[in-house]
């Protein structure tokens, strides 16, 4: 059964950067479209950022200008490049895809299992 995989997440301070990275595991299907969403305790899961099939994306509004999502076709995976960090956007990060079986023309989304985010004042 395909995941999600998902990569990055740490600690930094304030100021700092850190770049996540998710990929369906194995070679067998190929991602259509994706984001990154968060979600810190007691709050709702919340958008950070989408990419669509055609290339367009969508930013959550506290983090635009800051964050930057990317699809690597090559490498098959969504990016998610985080600059100026502060502590606010400390999170687990979640990633989410559509995803495509080669030679199949149904699509089924997914959800990789999330990737902590710490960031200290």
């Known amino acids: 059964q395909v995941q999600l995989v998902e990569l990055g997440g740490g600690s930094v301070q304030a100021g700092g950067s850190l770049g996540l990275s998710c990929a369906p595991s194995?070679?067998?299907?190929?991602?259509?479209?994706g984001g990154w969403y968060r979600q810190a305790p007691g709050k709702q899961r919340e958008l950070v950022a989408t990419?669509?099939?055609?290339?367009?994306?969508n930013y959550g509004d506290f983090v635009k200008g800051r964050f930057t999502i990317s699809r690597d076709n090559t490498q098959n995976t969504v990016n998610l490049q985080m600059n100026n960090l502060k502590p606010e956007d400390t999170a687990v990060y979640y990633c989410?895809?559509?995803?495509?079986?080669?030679?199949?023309?149904?699509?089924?989304?997914?959800w990789g299992q999330g990737t902590q985010v710490t960031v200290s004042a």
């Open positions: 989410n895809a559509v995803l495509v079986r080669f030679g199949s023309p149904y699509e089924f989304d997914y």
């Open positions: 990419i669509s099939s055609g290339g367009g994306t």
């Open positions: 194995g070679s067998m299907h190929r991602v259509v479209s």
